[in-house]
C-alpha cells in the first residue's frame, strides 16, 4: 500500500436515488490523501464517461449484471485518464489509460478488475476511446453485427437512437446494407439522425403512435430491432416484427432505476407466433475483444462512415447536470464530464 498525499475531490452516493433526482443522493468531498494497494495504478482522470447503464448499481437489486453501490462509496464508471503512479509493473507513469474507476478527479485502479487498456491519442483525440473506440462502438458492432446477424436488405429499427450507441448502431447498419430507422424523444433528434446520420427515417415516440408509425414505415415488418429502452416501445416494434426476425438487448432504460424486475412485454406471445430470436448481450464480456473491433472502427471512422458528436461539461463539479442529461433527454451522442 502507497500513500500519495494529493488532494482528490469525489462524488459519493449518500441515499438511492428515486427516478432521476440525483442532486438529492450526490454529494461531492474532498480527501488530502489517496491510498493505492499494491499491484494498482493511479490515474488522473481526464474524462468522465456517463453511461446509463451506471443508475442499475444505484439501486438496492441484487440480480443485476452489477452488484449495487454501496451508499457512502465512491460512484464509479468508465474513466480516460494518465498513470501518475504505478505499483505494477505492466503500466508506467505518463501512460494513457481507459478503465474502470472513480468519479474523481484521480482514480485508483485494480488491474485485475477495471479493465485497464493503453490507448494511443497520437492519432486520435483522446476522448474517442469512450466514443467509437471504447465500450459504446463495441456495443454498437456486436449488437448490429455479431448479435443482430444484420445483412443487406433487413429493415433495422434501434430506440434511444440519437444517443451514444443508438447513433452509432444506426450508422453500423447503414454500413451492413440496411434500411434503418430510429427511434427517438424529439422532433429535433428525429431531424438530426436522418439528416446528419444517414438514417431512412425516424419516429418521435413522444407525440407519434410507434407501432402504427413502424407499420407505416415497414411495411414488410422489422428484421432486426436493437433495443435500448424496453416498455411500450419495444412492445410497438414486437408488433411490427418481421417473421424470424431478430431482437438484440443491450439496454433497458425504461427500467434502470427500478429495484424490481420489470414487468415482460404484454405481447410476448408474438416471440412464439413470429419466432424471433432475441438475445442480450454486456459490453464487459467483450472488452478483451479490443484489438478485434478498434481497426475495423477505425477504417470506418477515417472513411468518414461513423461519426458521433461529443457533449462535454467542463467541471467535476457539473458531473450531475451532465449525468442527469440521459435520462431527461438532452443527450445528443456522447455525454462526457472534462476535468
Known amino acids: 500500500m502507497t500513500s500519495i498525499d494529493q488532494t482528490n475531490n469525489f462524488w459519493v452516493m449518500n441515499s438511492m436515488p428515486k427516478g432521476a433526482n440525483f442532486a438529492e443522493c450526490f454529494e461531492i468531498k474532498q480527501e488530502s490523501s489517496i491510498e493505492v494497494p499494491s499491484g494498482s495504478i493511479l490515474t488522473k482522470n481526464h474524462y468522465l464517461s456517463m453511461d446509463a447503464g451506471t443508475r442499475m448499481v444505484m439501486t438496492d437489486r441484487e440480480d443485476s449484471y452489477l452488484p449495487p453501490t454501496p451508499i457512502g462509496e465512491k460512484l464509479f464508471g468508465t474513466v480516460l485518464g494518465e498513470v501518475v503512479h504505478s505499483n505494477h509493473p505492466d503500466f508506467n507513469v505518463g501512460e ?6 472513480q468519479w474523481a478527479d484521480y482514480s485508483v485502479v485494480d488491474p485485475n478488475t477495471m479493465y485497464p487498456s493503453k490507448v494511443d491519442d497520437s492519432k486520435t483525440d483522446l476522448v474517442d476511446y469512450v466514443g467509437i473506440l471504447g465500450a459504446n462502438g463495441w456495443t454498437a458492432y456486436v449488437g448490429v453485427i455479431e ?3 444484420a445483412k443487406a436488405g433487413d429493415t433495422f429499427v434501434v430506440s434511444a437512437a440519437a444517443g451514444c450507441t443508438g447513433l452509432l448502431v444506426g450508422q453500423i447498419a447503414k454500413i451492413a446494407g440496411c434500411k434503418v430507422i430510429g427511434i427517438a424523444g424529439s422532433d429535433e433528434k428525429c431531424k438530426l439522425i436522418c439528416n446528419e446520420f444517414g438514417f431512412d427515417g425516424a419516429i418521435n415516440y413522444k407525440s407519434e403512435n410507434v407501432s402504427a408509425k413502424l407499420e407505416s414505415l415497414c411495411p414488410e415488418g422489422v428484421n432486426v430491432y436493437c433495443d435500448h429502452v424496453g416498455g411500450a416501445i419495444t412492445e410497438a416494434v414486437f408488433d411490427n416484427m418481421a417473421l ?6 443491450s439496454g433497458l432504460l425504461d427500467y434502470y432505476g427500478s429495484s424490481e424486475r420489470s414487468p ?16 442480450g448481450f454486456f459490453s464487459p464480456d467483450f472488452y478483451r475483444r ?3 473491433f478498434n481497426p475495423i472502427l477505425r477504417r470506418w471512422m477515417d472513411a468518414g462512415l461513423i461519426k ?3 457533449q462535454p461539461t467542463k467541471g467535476l463539479q457539473n458531473l450531475v447536470d451532465a449525468y442527469s442529461k440521459l435520462f431527461d433527454g438532452r443527450n445528443i451522442g456522447k455525454v462526457v464530464v472534462e476535468l
Open 96 to 101: 494513457k489509460l481507459r478503465s474502470w474507476g
Open 147 to 149: 448479435t443482430g446477424r
Open 244 to 249: 424470424f426476425g431478430t431482437v438484440a438487448v
Open 264 to 279: 415482460g412485454p404484454k405481447n410476448y406471445d408474438l416471440v412464439l407466433m413470429k419466432r424471433l430470436r432475441i438475445e
Open 290 to 292: 479490443e484489438h478485434e
Open 308 to 310: 458521433l458528436p461529443i
